[in-house]
Structures are given as structure tokens and as C-alpha cells.
């Protein structure tokens, strides 16, 4: 009886779970196109999704624009661009560019910033998860 007893304990024995590390990215881009300037059309925004493919997004260049991809893993490259896609003397951005990253559903932390001062074309930010 004592070796059955033995034997079921042996048994029941859970295996170590692997600890396996989710991270979520959210990207934030605004245009901050002054109001004479927005338009509907008138920022591209390209970013990494979870497959690690750039997929790209027409949306004002004016207010903020929130994207979340995930579960993504470490070493994932995370890139975010802000286009103006206007047509010439139409409109202007001043982008800003946030990446946030969110390890196993825990609170979102601001890992790279851009925020351009002066009326662009184009601005991008990328962050490689460590």
C-alpha cells in the first residue's frame, strides 16, 4: 500500500510551466495639423504589426490615432511613420510619435518618443524589444 502511495505522489507531480513573456505595442501618432489645415485624408501612418509586417492606414493629420498589436516576443522591431499625404501647399503636419510596450497585460510604458517642432513631410521612430 505504502509503494502505491508513493507512486501517486510521484506522479501527480506538475511540470514547471515555462514562462513565457507576451508584450503588446500601442502606437500613437497625431498629425497636429493646425484646424485650417486638417484634413480627413491627410496623414499615412505605417506601422509593424504582429506578424512583423508594415501596414499602412489613412487617417486625419489631425487628433490623436491609437493602434495596439499583439501578443507580439522579445526582439520584435516595432516601427511607427507619420506621412503627410496631402497634395502640395494643401496641409502640414508637426507629427508626434509615441511606441509603448506592455509586458504580460500589465500597464503600458512609453519606450520612444518623437515630437517635430517645425512642419514636415515625414517622421518615424522604431524600438526593438530587449
Avoid: H, W
Avoid at 87 to 101: D, G, H, R
Amino acid at each position: 500500500m505504502a509503494v502505491l502511495f508513493v507512486l501517486f505522489f510521484t506522479k501527480c507531480k506538475k511540470e514547471p510551466i515555462e514562462n513565457k513573456v507576451e508584450y503588446y505595442v500601442k502606437y500613437i501618432i497625431d498629425g497636429k495639423s493646425s484646424i485650417q489645415q486638417a484634413k480627413a485624408d491627410g496623414l499615412k501612418v505605417t506601422l509593424t504589426n504582429e506578424n512583423g509586417v508594415s501596414v499602412d492606414y489613412i487617417r486625419s493629420n489631425r487628433g490623436a490615432i491609437e493602434f495596439i498589436v499583439g501578443p507580439v516576443t522579445k526582439g520584435f522591431y516595432a516601427k511607427l511613420v507619420g506621412t503627410n499625404v496631402c497634395c502640395v501647399n494643401c496641409c502640414y503636419i508637426k507629427p508626434s510619435l509615441q511606441i509603448f510596450l506592455s509586458e504580460n497585460n500589465g500597464p503600458f510604458v512609453l519606450k520612444k518618443e518623437e515630437s517635430v517642432t517645425q512642419y514636415t513631410d515625414i517622421v518615424q521612430i522604431d524600438y526593438t524589444i530587449q
